[in-house]
């Protein structure tokens, strides 16, 4: 997507995240709440027990389920969760952003 001037525009979603302890599977989406659906190509799985950052490809700005709506003023949330048995277990996101930027 290009602004006024002509220079294109790239959205980027980056999260760094770790997991409590060896053996934990940590996942992270960009989560459209207004649409009820996940930003296409922002489901990441980890497994680090160090901080570690993650980034997506540019996502697709526009009107589709799944991109970065251009159409309205939805609302986004990062959803986080962990796949194993122990309740002890934590899967961590220190921080998450969106990266706008023109070229």
Not at 14 to 32: K, M, R
């Amino acid at each position: 997507m290009t602004d006024g001037s002509g220079r294109t525009r790239t959205i980027e979603f980056y999260a760094d995240v770790e997991v409590s302890a060896p053996g934990v599977d940590g996942y992270i989406q960009l989560y459209d709440t207004t649409n009820n659906i996940a930003v296409t190509n922002t489901s990441f799985h980890f497994a680090n027990t160090l901080g570690a950052e993650i980034h997506s490809i540019p996502l697709t700005v526009g009107t589709n389920p799944g991109d970065i709506r251009s159409d309205m003023t939805p609302r986004y949330e990062v959803q986080i969760w962990k796949a194993s048995a122990s309740p002890t277990d934590r899967v961590i996101c220190n921080k998450a952003r969106l990266t706008i930027f023109y070229l």
